[in-house]
């Protein structure tokens, strides 16, 4: 069943499979994914979500002109063979690839709510989390990945971590010991090709198309992975219902995010006093941030990822919003124009930090940076403005996260 792949891989059907038997790294509890197996076989309604970045995405597979074709990603081809193998009704089964090229857990955490329960209109079945390969100094050290994973499965989703590969590296071992403490099953991507044999330097058009994202051949290898999981899952007996811990894996863990977007009606979507100051009056001004950038990153799926953005042109009347939290997620496009300004942060008047809207390489992908990290929740102001000289430049603040 995997020589094809494995001829494109150039190694033994043999070697392929235990290659594949590898990456199984921890199977966890799987009550949820059996769960998810039994609604599928009956044909139920089953939802499906993947967050991650541009290897979930689906960078990587080319067709023989060089044009990506990202629907040969892993995550759609995982989709699809699911629906072939479990589902009694195919057309019940409903799939949200909410990933973003660039992106580090941190972001989706940001993200969650609005690209993955929005879209789907419920939270999903199965969740699948891939963020290993751009996590390096994401800014909230696996909190972000560990708020996912808590939230997910507090609303009876079932959860598998991903750990792709990349001819750099990956933060498997960061990331892996949080996804252990909630016992939730893990795919590792860079133990299997590492037992493998198949070469992995940069630009083999192997495993690899680049230095990090997969030839269509890799993303098989990676659904092959998935679904081996899921076989031993449903072969095996049936495991204790999921418990989740009532303790946290990290210091200073995020028990509850709320992410606000230009045109959010703050003062009645979010309760008191997560997002409103402490007597329960919101205070708000956007300032000279009163535009909308429409040139942001854009989606492979289609469509424009954060459209809804506070975006400053000139002057210097500053971004300002009161909030009750005790953790600030901030994200702004990293813009490719050199028009772009820096933009100063400011925590309760205290300049905290100085932020660059465009450097080298920025290719208008969305950046997200701690800017307030504290033990308890207390109200604070976030201020934003123009740094000196760039009064009259561009600055596009895309979300704010506020973690409690």
Same mark, same amino acid.
Request: some cysteine; aromatic content about 12%; overall charge negative.
């Given at each position: 069943?995997?020589?094809e792949?494995?001829?494109?891989?150039?190694?033994?059907?043999?070697?392929?499979?235990?290659?594949?038997?590898?990456?199984?790294?921890?199977?966890?509890?799987?009550f949820?994914i059996?769960?998810?197996?039994?609604?599928?076989?009956a044909?139920?309604?089953?939802?499906i979500?993947?967050?991650?970045?541009?290897v979930t995405?689906?960078?990587?597979?080319?067709?023989?002109?060089?044009?990506?074709?990202f629907?040969?990603?892993?995550?759609?081809?995982?989709?699809?063979?699911?629906?072939?193998?479990?589902?009694?009704?195919p057309?019940? $089964?409903?799939?949200d690839?909410?990933? +973003?090229?660039?992106s580090?857990? !941190?972001? @989706?955490a940001?993200?969650? &709510?609005?690209? #993955?329960?929005?879209?789907?209109?419920?939270?999903?079945?199965?969740?699948?989390?891939?963020?290993?390969?751009n996590?390096?100094?994401e800014?909230?050290?696996?909190?972000?990945?560990?708020?996912?994973?808590?939230?997910?499965?507090?609303?009876?989703?079932?959860?598998?971590?991903i750990y792709?590969?990349?001819?750099?590296?990956?933060?498997?071992?960061?990331?892996?010991?949080?996804?252990?403490?909630?016992?939730?099953?893990?795919?590792?991507?860079?133990?299997?090709?590492?037992?493998?044999?198949?070469?992995?330097?940069?630009?083999?058009?192997?495993?690899?198309?680049?230095?990090v994202?997969?030839?269509?051949?890799?993303?098989?290898?990676? $659904?092959?992975?998935?679904?081996?999981? +899921?076989?031993?899952?449903?072969? !095996?007996? @049936?495991?204790?219902?999921f &418990?989740i811990? #009532?303790?946290?894996?990290?210091?200073?863990?995020?028990?509850?995010?709320?992410?606000?977007?230009?045109?959010?009606?703050?003062?009645?979507?979010?309760?008191v006093?997560?997002?409103?100051?402490?007597?329960?009056?919101?205070?708000?001004?956007?300032?000279?941030?009163?535009?909308?950038?429409?040139?942001?990153?854009?989606?492979?799926?289609?469509?424009?990822?954060?459209?809804?953005?506070?975006?400053?042109?000139?002057?210097?009347?500053?971004?300002?919003?009161?909030?009750?939290?005790?953790?600030?997620i901030?994200?702004h496009?990293?813009?490719?124009?050199?028009?772009?300004?820096d933009?100063?942060?400011?925590?309760?008047g205290?300049?905290?930090?100085?932020?660059?809207?465009?450097?080298?390489?920025?290719?208008?992908?969305?950046?997200a940076?701690?800017?307030?990290?504290?033990e308890?929740?207390t109200?604070?102001?976030l201020?934003v403005?123009?740094?000196?000289?760039?009064?009259?430049?561009?600055?596009?603040?895309?979300?704010?996260?506020f973690?409690?």
């Amino acid at each position: 069943m995997y020589k094809e792949t494995a001829e494109k891989l150039g190694i033994s059907e043999e070697k392929y499979a235990e290659s594949v038997e590898k990456s199984l790294l921890n199977k966890g509890n799987y009550f949820l994914i059996k769960k998810v197996i039994s609604k599928l076989t009956a044909g139920e309604k089953v939802t499906i979500a993947a967050i991650g970045g541009s290897v979930t995405e689906g960078a990587g597979p080319k067709d023989d002109k060089g044009n990506e074709l990202f629907q040969l990603g892993y995550a759609y081809r995982f989709f699809e063979t699911i629906k072939e193998k479990y589902a009694k009704v195919p057309e019940n $089964v409903i799939f949200d690839n909410a990933a +973003l090229s660039g992106s580090p857990s !941190a972001l @989706g955490a940001v993200r969650y &709510e609005k690209d #993955v329960v929005e879209v789907l209109g419920t939270h999903p079945d199965l969740l699948f989390i891939e963020f290993s390969v751009n996590d390096y100094l994401e800014c909230t050290t696996t909190r972000g990945f560990e708020y996912m994973i808590r939230y997910a499965l507090s609303h009876g989703t079932a959860v598998i971590a991903i750990y792709a590969a990349a001819t750099y590296g990956n933060q498997q071992a960061n990331m892996s010991p949080v996804a252990q403490f909630y016992n939730i099953p893990e795919i590792s991507m860079s133990d299997a090709l590492a037992f493998s044999g198949i070469n992995s330097e940069k630009d083999s058009n192997i495993f690899y198309s680049d230095y990090v994202h997969p030839t269509a051949a890799g993303h098989t290898f990676m $659904v092959d992975c998935m679904m081996k999981l +899921l076989e031993k899952c449903n072969e !095996a007996d @049936g495991d204790r219902p999921f &418990e989740i811990p #009532v303790g946290f894996k990290n210091e200073k863990a995020f028990a509850e995010i709320k992410t606000i977007y230009s045109g959010t009606n703050y003062s009645t979507n979010y309760s008191v006093p997560f997002v409103l100051t402490s007597d329960g009056n919101s205070e708000f001004d956007s300032g000279s941030f009163c535009k909308k950038d429409e040139v942001v990153q854009s989606i492979k799926k289609g469509g424009l990822e954060f459209p809804d953005n506070w975006h400053h042109v000139e002057g210097n009347e500053p971004f300002e919003i009161t909030m009750y939290c005790k953790a600030i997620i901030f994200v702004h496009k990293n813009a490719s124009a050199e028009d772009f300004g820096d933009a100063e942060i400011y925590i309760d008047g205290k300049l905290t930090q100085t932020i660059k809207g465009h450097t080298e390489g920025a290719w208008n992908d969305c950046a997200a940076k701690l800017i307030l990290d504290e033990e308890k929740s207390t109200e604070h102001k976030l201020t934003v403005k123009m740094a000196a000289g760039s009064e009259n430049k561009k600055f596009t603040i895309l979300a704010i996260g506020f973690a409690n």
